[in-house]
């Protein structure tokens, strides 16, 4: 055994390093904290300032003013709570399956599931694009779903083959001796213990479809404008209105924030079970 | 998204609606003298627009959708069409795409035929691509249509001029300006003034200038350009220099020629200037921040659009509010000064309907109005000034004038020359191919700035890549 | 059960995916209408011998690698640490969160103007302050590749973090136990125990972090727009440019079908390295 006071020492500079790291990590975080209670004219100030009179009034422009955020937080939400429910819903029982029944050709699929989340979305404009409005689905929230759809589903099956994988057999197993049907030994026995895999599946679902740019921009519109796309209105062909994208850009993160908060203690527990598998495509 | 939740079809505004978009637009209409006189009726003032002989409601009923960018005057435009559906019983509908974006968007609407977005926020540079597809309406049908304009209400060519050439294609014109800019020399003039120092007349004395303020110690940049890789980005600015330089992009058999030895000059002027005195970061700014550097006292002189206004002289914004002076762009060896055309353009989606096609042009002969164009300006309640308004008699006008002339020195008079004398409608070639041409050119040029090749090879390089898309490949 | 996963995947992949190579194979550029139609391997063979291809492929090789391989390091080391701090790593755990929501174009914005630029953003000015000295992060070339990089593995290091982490937490403490006793330094622990249990998790972290370094997008385009000139292009953003600023589109179209083969080609590697773990 070691004496004490190396372990305090060494207990001491564990605490600097992580303290370092911790600042790396939110420094961009807080630059923008702090931005959003700056003026305009004291953001650019070299050397930065660290006194200021906070101002609260860009978060007031951001949700009050003509070109307020909130309907486009409004849309986001819908269109990222639509996609998570439908994907988490088609999803479960497909990863499911592939995880356990033995279907002929199971590793084909598998890998076709990896492959369609790896097309670059930059090829996929142009087909969607023709796609949605052949059926009349541009600017419209079943259209841009459906599209968010098509990458969240294969990440959110891939994600939980493996937790399916790594549940044991066995009590499902027990469940069909006592003639439950397939569909029975999933709802009341496989589910519940998948409970942590699939609340971190719905928080990067959600995640992706929350931040998505590329495709928003061209398949929504007038009347489905996402806040990603609404961020713009700060960084405009006149200025770039720092205080107040700082602003917006925080308020647009909350939401998430909450949901991943909240769901903490979920996700370390499905990440123990199984394992995460990628937050999507930047 | 103010245009968001109106209710469809009705275009009388009830009172309840009233309020509500008065909010939007921050009260301003309502709070309006010419307001009152109508405010008994519908309470907004149309008779402005119904002394046009034409019958605006000839498109009743229609639906515009038109594509704009997130901008002040853009805001203005969306918070008064109320007044427009109320003048025409035709619906708009406001797409705001961010600047980066609304090109692609345009051009994936306008190739596929779907004829989703009636008008946009075009850039000029593309008016030639939109022209070789027939992707847009030749404007002259709709201009010299006694049913669908009123001439001698509309005024058309009281538009600048360099604007609506820079709107033609082959002699036929495809968008209708709404805003502009043009480049200007923006300086410090308390600088300029405790040194002694003129606003430069030549390119040489840009140079002699910047070297005079330069001092990089104390923050202070003599002379600055935006070097940000882009078709309208660094590729706004290059060819005005090329220009000065005498340089012109075509040869005499008409072959596109972008190496020839005045552009060589020009760019190594651009280089070796950037490099001598402007910030490091430069090379990959974009205006919005050399306008931000500048407001923070930092750039001596810089050459960018005269609407940087909007951030310079605004007192929340800027710290040398009252110090700033403005001029034309200095000549070149060739005895030239080249200033930008730019100008935002609405043309008329061909793949429309007849009366959707007519909708459309009614609403961009609202919008480019001497009226709305006031409205939307001086007579604009709310924040935003517009600094590009399109018809010069407007410029000249005291009520205009007090609204944008505190910007500086010198700002309207170097503003107006610029665009009255120093604009060459082929400051940059205007073809079809202008998009992968200005990207190819933008690439080369921010190369150039950053070291990476010397401008001669550049140029070389450039020439193989610009002569292959030329012929499509 | 698998039914409708497979179909609603089908309908909205493989239809795009048939039409995106369809595209390739054709003459669309929209500065030369008239000139289109049906033109084979020709894109293809234009790319083989076009220069900027093969320098955002590189670049792509490169950015893919390194990202990847900083996010493990750093990822594991990170997790290593925080392991041995119970009480402290709720902060952590927040924390890792903040990096991965925050928009990517704004991440790019950010770190482009009010971080990295020189004379004016806040690292330039720590770097003075420490005497570093003042550095054109996103101007020089090389810095600007060193930049993105690090901008990308800033991003996403809290991800890898919080998967190992978790993967760590549920390794047998009784293995380490019977190693404290045996001596073994801290170093071979981690060498001859950890590591080995831990592969299964590193392929699949691996994978992941590989398919998404392959499709970054927003944030390079915002930080420096693939530039200075072409130093930070990677294979995405070529394929935007082509199609979208020179309206090339199928020239573009096969400029996504080539990647979209790479990418399977190694997924496809992993995924059989995946199964062997």
């Known amino acids: 055994m070691r004496p004490r006071t190396g372990g305090a020492l060494r207990n001491a500079l564990l605490m600097t390093v992580a303290a370092l790291l911790l600042l790396v990590w939110t420094v961009p975080i807080l630059l923008a904290v702090v931005t959003s209670l700056k003026n305009e004219k004291e953001v650019l100030a070299y050397p930065p300032t660290l006194v200021f009179e906070p101002t609260l009034k860009n978060y007031a422009a951001v949700l009050t003013d003509a070109t307020s955020i909130l309907p486009n937080l409004t849309s986001s939400l819908i269109i990222a709570l639509a996609t998570t429910m439908l994907t988490i819903l088609i999803a479960v029982p497909a990863a499911y399956a592939i995880a356990r029944l033995r279907l002929p050709g199971k590793q084909p699929v598998g890998f076709y599931v990896l492959a369609t989340q790896l097309v670059p979305p930059i090829g996929l404009i142009i087909p969607y694009f023709l796609i949605l409005n052949r059926i009349g689905w541009m600017d419209s929230y079943q259209g841009l779903v459906v599209i968010y759809i098509t990458f969240s589903l294969p990440f959110a099956i891939w994600l939980l083959v493996s937790y399916f ?110 394992a995460v598998k990628g937050v999507g495509r930047r | 998204m103010s245009t968001k939740d109106k209710p469809p079809g009705t275009p009388d505004l009830s009172r309840r609606k009233a309020l509500k978009q008065g909010a939007v637009a921050g009260a301003a209409v309502l709070a309006a003298p010419w307001v009152a006189r109508f405010a008994h009726a519908q309470g907004m003032d149309l008779g402005a627009y119904q002394s046009a002989k034409i019958n605006w409601r000839l498109a009743e009923g229609q639906t515009v959708n038109a594509a704009v960018i997130p901008a002040s005057y853009f805001e203005n435009l969306i918070a008064l069409a109320p007044e427009f559906e109320a003048l025409t019983g035709i619906k708009v509908r406001f797409d705001k795409v961010p600047p980066g974006q609304i090109r692609q968007k345009v051009v994936l609407d306008l190739s596929s035929k779907t004829g989703n977005i009636s008008t946009h926020a075009g850039d000029p540079m593309y008016l030639p691509l939109y022209a070789a597809n027939k992707w847009a309406e030749p404007l002259e049908n709709y201009l010299n249509d006694p049913k669908l304009t009123d001439k001698a209400w509309f005024k058309y060519d009281d538009i600048f001029e360099a604007w609506r050439k820079a709107n033609m294609v082959d002699g036929k014109t495809y968008g209708i300006p709404y805003d502009g800019e043009m480049t200007v020399q923006t300086y410090r003039k308390d600088l300029y003034d405790a040194k002694g120092l003129k606003p430069a007349e030549t390119l040489d004395q840009i140079v002699s200038n910047a070297k005079a303020l330069h001092d990089p110690d104390k923050r202070m940049w003599g002379f600055c350009l935006r070097g940000m890789p882009g078709a309208g980005q660094n590729m706004y600015i290059y060819p005005s220099i090329l220009g000065a330089y005498g340089g012109k992009w075509f040869d005499a058999g008409g072959k596109i020629r972008v190496n020839s030895p005045e552009a060589v000059a020009a760019l190594d002027w651009y280089v070796t200037q950037n490099n001598a005195f402007a910030p490091k970061a430069a090379q990959n ?79 961009i002969q609202w919008a480019a109005s001497e009226e709305t164009q006031a409205r939307t300006s001086y007579k604009f309640k709310g924040p935003g000034k517009r600094y590009g308004v399109n018809r010069l008699a407007m410029w000249k006008s005291g009520a205009y004038n007090k609204t944008i002339g505190d910007a500086g020195a010198n700002f309207l008079q170097a503003s107006l020359d610029s665009l009255g004398q120093d604009t060459d409608v082929d400051w940059r070639p205007r073809v079809p191919q202008w998009p992968a041409i200005g990207e190819t050119m933008a690439k080369i040029v921010q190369a150039s700035l950053v070291g990476q090749i010397k401008p001669k090879a550049a140029l070389d390089d450039a020439q193989t890549q610009v002569e292959r898309i030329m012929r499509g490949g | 059960m698998l039914a409708p996963g497979l179909l609603v995947l089908v309908a909205t992949t493989t239809f795009p995916l048939l039409y995106l190579f369809w595209q390739s194979t054709q003459n669309i550029n929209l500065a030369m209408p008239g000139m289109g139609g049906y033109i084979g391997a020709e894109n293809y063979v234009r790319m083989w011998e076009d220069r900027r291809f093969w320098a955002a492929l590189s670049f792509t090789s490169v950015y893919t690698v390194v990202t990847v391989a900083l996010q493990l390091v750093f990822g594991m080391a990170m997790a290593m640490l925080i392991l041995r701090i119970p009480r402290a790593q709720w902060a952590f755990r927040v924390a890792a969160i903040l990096p991965i929501v925050l928009a990517p174009v704004v991440v790019g914005l950010f770190w482009r103007t009010l971080m990295l630029t020189p004379d004016f953003g806040i690292v330039d000015y720590a770097s003075r302050s420490l005497g570093l000295g003042s550095h054109n992060w996103l101007g020089d070339p090389d810095l600007a590749r060193f930049s993105v990089i690090a901008i990308h593995t800033w991003q996403w290091t809290p991800f890898v973090f919080l998967y190992l982490l978790a993967a760590l937490a549920a390794l047998p403490e009784d293995l380490y136990e019977a190693a404290k006793i045996d001596r073994a330094n801290a170093w071979r622990r981690f060498v001859h125990i950890t590591l080995p249990l831990l592969r299964p998790a590193i392929v699949v972290v691996v994978i992941l972090r590989m398919t998404v370094a392959l499709s970054a997008f927003a944030a390079i385009y915002a930080a420096t727009g693939g530039g200075p000139g072409t130093s930070t292009e990677i294979i995405n953003l070529y394929a935007y440019r082509v199609s979208f600023a020179e309206l090339s589109l199928g020239y573009g179209a096969a400029a996504a079908v080539v990647l979209l083969v790479i990418t399977m080609v190694v997924a496809g590697l992993l995924f059989r390295l995946r199964r062997a773990a």
């Open chain 2, 285 to 363: 700014w974009n205006w919005p921040d050399i306008a931000d550097a500048f407001a923070q006292g930092t750039i001596g002189c810089y050459i960018d659009g005269h609407s940087a206004a909007t951030v310079i002289a605004n007192p929340e914004r800027s710290k040398v509010v009252g110090k700033i002076g403005f001029a034309r762009w200095p000549k070149g060896p060739s005895g030239r000064r080249v200033s930008s055309i730019w100008n935002w353009a609405m043309p008329i989606n061909s793949a429309l309907p007849e009366k959707a096609r007519q909708a459309t042009w009614l609403f």
């Open chain 1, 165 to 274: 994988e790594d549940i044991p057999r066995e009590m499902e197993e027990a469940a069909l001796l006592d003639r439950a049907s397939r569909w029975q030994a999933f709802w009341h026995v496989v589910l519940p213990q998948a409970r942590g895999a699939i609340a971190v599946t719905v928080i990067f679902v959600f995640l992706n479809s929350w931040n998505e740019f590329l495709f928003a921009v061209v398949l929504g519109g007038a009347t489905v404008k996402p806040v990603t796309v609404a961020m713009y209105n700060y960084i405009n062909t006149e200025q770039t209105q720092w205080a107040q994208l700082s602003a917006a850009a925080l308020l647009a993160m909350l939401p998430v924030i909450l949901l991943g908060v909240l769901a903490q203690k979920h996700i370390v527990k499905g990440l123990t079970t199984g």
